[in-house]
Nanobody
Framework: DVQLVESGGGSVQAGGSLRLSCRAS????????MAWFRQAPGKEREGVGA??????????RYGDSVKGRFTLLHTRANNTLDLQMNTLKPEDSAVYYC????????????????????WGQGTQVTVS
């Protein structure tokens, strides 16, 4: 079974940094998209960033609200996708979810949650 496990959430003051980690286990896809989403109370789930991987090809995408502040970091050895979040703002407060497509998935529509087959349990980020 595929499992995505997030860690690293917490509380931080505005302007601070946090690093979230998503570890994928049982995931053998060679062509796929992994992404981070977030959802604040009363709001729709929002795509934060995504990484596409196909053999030795990869690229990343970011949502407009986090460009220049958030960075995706992939570690092939243990198949983790970290989200480094800098210069955090109160509006970044949300539950953050890691997601992955099935094999042969793409990042063409990465901000659409329906494109993703696997989800983590979520981790809370609070910025005050």
């Amino acid at each position: 079974d595929v499992q995505l496990v997030e860690s690293g959430g917490g509380s931080v003051q505005a302007g601070g940094s946090l690093r979230l980690s998503c570890r994928a286990s049982g995931y053998t896809a060679s062509t796929y998209c992994m992404a981070w989403f977030r959802q604040a109370p009363g709001k729709e789930r929002e795509g934060v960033g995504a990484r596409y991987s196909e053999d030795r090809i990869s690229f990343t995408r970011y949502g407009d609200s986090v460009k220049g502040r958030f960075t995706l970091l992939h570690t092939r050895a243990n198949n983790t996708l970290d989200l480094q979040m800098n210069t955090l703002k109160p509006e970044d407060s949300a539950v953050y979810y890691c997601a992955a497509t099935g094999d042969d998935g793409s990042c063409r529509d990465w901000q659409n949650p329906r494109e993703f087959s696997y989800w983590g349990q979520g981790t809370q980020v609070t910025v005050s």
